[in-house]
């Protein structure tokens, strides 16, 4: 039963906190409190509480009131990727930038999580963006109620999921059919010199050349989108700029230089 308390104000006025205790096998379980200026208020307030814990999962629900979605990615990243690569991890940190991060974990529902995705797909991203956020989104949310045993709806998980991918905000990604322009590898050449004034240990490129090559007078391979153009040229490689030739290793050209 909950207990209604009045006490006096500094300025005169009058207030009455309502006290709320559940014992089980003679230890408290559950309290919370609320203050309201009418005895009226506090009783009124103190019955809907009481009913509310009664009910299956009521408790369970008061024991998570106001843990976020943002608590539950801090934890994970806590206890679960502790060895994550940077990659990862700044991916799933990023979850916690968009507003659904602030949503109370036991009161996520599919809406927010379709609100996210047209969030994410309305700033510019891919669906396969979107469909990593979604992602790592569920994993959270298993693990929430597998291990920590949040009482979080994955139903509401579930469905939103299955709405966001029938409006296709969510998909797998594309793959890739050309090599890199001369201007695109440039681009990732200036991220990467940027990347290496704030971390000097970030590793730039090696500049290789993208240009198309005229037709060869004989044999080669096909160029991936060039309309049968075919080239003999070895392939070069972005992160070191090693010509790679058939049946030739690296120990090949190490034991030759």
């Given at each position: ?16 906190t309502a006290q709320i205790r559940i014992m089980r096998d003679g230890e408290r379980v559950h ?227």
């Open positions: 039963m909950a207990t209604i308390t009045k006490r006096k104000k500094k300025g005169g006025s009058v207030a009455y309290s919370e409190a609320r203050t309201f200026p009418k005895k009226a208020m506090a009783e009124e307030w103190a019955k809907r509480r009481e009913l509310e814990l009664k009910t299956p999962g009521g408790l369970l629900s008061a024991k998570w009131r106001g843990v976020t979605l943002n608590d539950a990615i801090e934890r994970y990243l806590h206890e679960f990727a502790q060895d994550a690569g940077r990659t990862k991890r700044a991916t799933i940190q990023q979850l916690q930038r968009f507003p659904i991060a602030r949503v109370q974990v036991n009161e996520l529902t599919s809406e927010q999580i379709v609100e996210h995705g047209v969030l994410r797909r309305n700033s510019g991203v891919t669906p396969a963006t979107v469909n990593l956020d979604i992602t790592w989104l569920g994993i959270i949310l298993r693990t929430a109620v597998a291990a920590w045993k949040m009482p979080v709806d994955l139903a509401e998980f579930e469905a939103a999921k299955v709405l966001l991918k029938s409006k296709r905000l969510i998909g797998k990604p594309r793959a890739r059919d050309r090599r890199p322009t001369a201007e695109e590898i440039e681009q990732l050449r200036a991220y990467f010199r940027r990347s290496q004034r704030i971390r000097p240990t970030a590793i730039i490129p090696w500049k290789t050349s993208w240009t198309s090559p005229s037709p060869p007078r004989g044999g080669g391979r096909r160029l991936p989108g060039s309309s049968g153009r075919t080239s003999t040229r070895p392939r070069q490689h972005v992160g070191c700029g090693m010509p790679s030739t058939p049946g030739t290793s690296s120990a090949t050209i190490a034991s030759s230089s």
